[in-house]
């Protein structure tokens, strides 16, 4: 079965930190790039971060630039989101999406994860 796979979401107080797992089940995750997306209740799906397949290029969006970090480990199969000085606003379901190679150009997903839940909340 070919899919993405989500970990590491859950309850964090204000402040805290949360490290997000995208692991890939069936595929080799090398010659994807992978995105973060969240979506809040009533608001759109942002797109928040991505790393790109080889040099492992990175972007982030402004909302959370400076309190992200995204990284990959392909031996693993995986690319971790580390999110830190996290937000009551900052609650929403987080999802991972692999599209072919680079960061940049369509906006077309090969796969999907089925998202995780992050709750920021005193």
């Known amino acids: 079965q070919l899919q993405l796979v989500e970990s590491g979401g859950g309850l964090v107080r204000p402040g805290g930190a949360l490290r997000l797992s995208c692991t890939a089940s069936g595929f080799t995750l090398d010659h994807y790039a992978i995105r973060w997306f969240r979506q809040a209740p009533g608001k759109e799906r942002e797109g928040i971060s991505c790393i790109s397949s080889g040099e492992g290029l990175t972007s982030y969006a402004y909302s959370m630039k400076g309190r992200l970090a995204v990284s990959r480990d392909n031996a693993k199969n995986t690319v971790y989101l580390q999110m830190n000085s996290l937000k009551p606003e900052d609650t929403a379901v987080y999802y991972c999406?692999?599209?072919?190679?680079?960061?940049?150009?369509?906006?077309?997903?090969?796969?999907w994860g089925q998202g995780i839940q992050v709750t920021v909340s005193s």
């Open positions: 999406a692999a599209k072919p190679k680079f960061c940049s150009g369509p906006e077309t997903y090969d796969y």
